[in-house]
């Protein structure tokens, strides 16, 4: 079982930057591969980016790539999200989760953070 906590959203102007945090605890954090998903009011959760159980490979959906970096340290059992350049259309609630799969499908992922709120205005 591990535990996830999501922090570190808020109310950003467009153009500026957050940080997102999702702290676990529980079975061994480092044997996952970790995911960030988002969803916004009306929409369906979709995949934000992604970041291997060491912390060497990163992919991204298209519409944050170049914006958005995923990063991980082990010995915190944390994983970021470090967002910049934000658009109105970033805003929704954002989640992290953990797979043994390296996937972009949220089916995959076993365990969920609560979400945070990240709302960016124009």
């Known amino acids: 079982q591990v535990q996830l906590v999501d922090s570190g959203g808020g109310l950003v102007q467009a153009g500026g930057s957050l940080r997102l945090s999702c702290a676990a605890s529980?079975?061994?954090?480092?044997?996952?591969?970790m995911g960030w998903f988002r969803q916004a009011p009306g929409k369906e959760r979709e995949f934000v980016g992604r970041i291997n159980w060491i912390g060497s490979i990163t992919t991204y959906a298209d519409s944050v790539k170049g914006r958005f970096t995923i990063s991980r340290d082990n010995a915190k059992n944390t994983v970021y999200l470090q967002m910049n350049s934000l658009k109105p259309e970033d805003t929704g609630v954002y989640y992290c989760?953990?797979?043994?799969?390296?996937?972009?499908?949220?089916?995959?992922?076993?365990?969920w953070g609560q979400g945070t709120q990240v709302t960016v205005s124009a």
């Open positions: 529980g079975r061994a954090f480092s044997n996952y591969n």
């Open positions: 989760a953990a797979s043994g799969s390296w996937t972009i499908s949220s089916d995959t992922y076993v365990y």
